[in-house]
């Protein structure tokens, strides 16, 4: 067994909420803000579908070493680490939070949400890290907005990593939604595609590009998600000729 999170705070409605234990950092979730009612089984995270799938290497005429996980990252900031986290009340729909973590580790986040904005409900996040282990920075941010009367969203994700020894690691993320009422009476249906593009995250020179298309059905009689989708994987590398990786998902989620 293994500590998810073990952790203690005190929260005041004045004064803000103070962490002590092993859990999410401050910048942990800025790269993933989203409103597209499909995070259950797609956001910028992609490599969480079937990150363990190794890429075929046409040229060894073997599977390579790098795997979809290896390949595709969306620069989130640490969710599991030792750290004192204090979190700021929100101020119209504002913010702040900080940490200080285990080996000389840190970061700072600034957050906003707001309910009802001229007809959209909006969100945004920016995070900033010392993630150590040589690495001097982490930035990651994204920012979503849906459309209240139309249930059409936007939603986008940035982030860079700073490698030791090596190039930058970059991401960038797009996605496009839909939520409706109007298809099923059993409950609201969503339905996204998005792109993704991961740059020298595993080694320099690597290229990544994912698409992928989603959709999920809400039943709330039951607290269920049901959800099915797809995604396309391709790397490019100079050295390299990998075959690219299709993932398709289907299943279903209950939240009591």
């Known amino acids: 067994f293994r500590d998810r999170k073990v952790e203690v705070f005190a929260e005041h409605a004045r004064y803000g909420k103070l962490w002590l234990g092993h859990g999410s950092t401050a910048s942990d979730g800025t790269a993933e803000v989203d409103k597209s009612a499909t995070s259950v089984v797609n956001y910028a995270s992609i490599s969480d579908l079937a990150g363990g799938l190794l890429f075929y290497d046409q040229d060894a005429d073997d599977y390579s070493g790098t795997s979809i996980g290896n390949a595709f990252s969306d620069l989130d900031g640490n969710g599991r680490l030792d750290r004192v986290r204090y979190d700021t009340p929100r101020f119209g729909g504002l913010m702040l939070s900080g940490d200080v973590a285990s080996n000389q580790r840190g970061s700072a ?22 993630p150590g282990s040589g690495r001097d920075y982490l930035v990651s941010g994204s920012a979503s907005a849906l459309h209240l009367g139309s249930g059409l969203s936007v939603t986008v994700s940035a982030g860079t990593r700073d490698n030791e020894g090596r190039d930058s690691s970059q991401n960038y993320y797009a996605k496009l939604g839909w939520q409706t009422m109007g298809i099923t009476d059993i409950g609201r249906t969503a339905f996204s595609v998005d792109y993704t593009r991961s740059e020298d995250i595993a080694q320099d020179g690597d290229t990544g590009d994912s698409v992928g298309l989603f959709g999920v059905q809400f039943v709330p009689k039951y607290a269920t998600e049901l959800f099915a989708g797809v995604r396309w994987h391709s790397l490019d590398r100079d050295n390299a000729d990998f075959d690219d990786i299709v993932a398709g998902v289907t299943g279903a989620r209950v939240k009591f």
């Open 109 to 130: 986040a600034v957050t906003w949400e707001e309910g009802d904005l001229a007809g959209f409900s909006t969100a945004a996040a920016l995070g900033y890290s010392d």
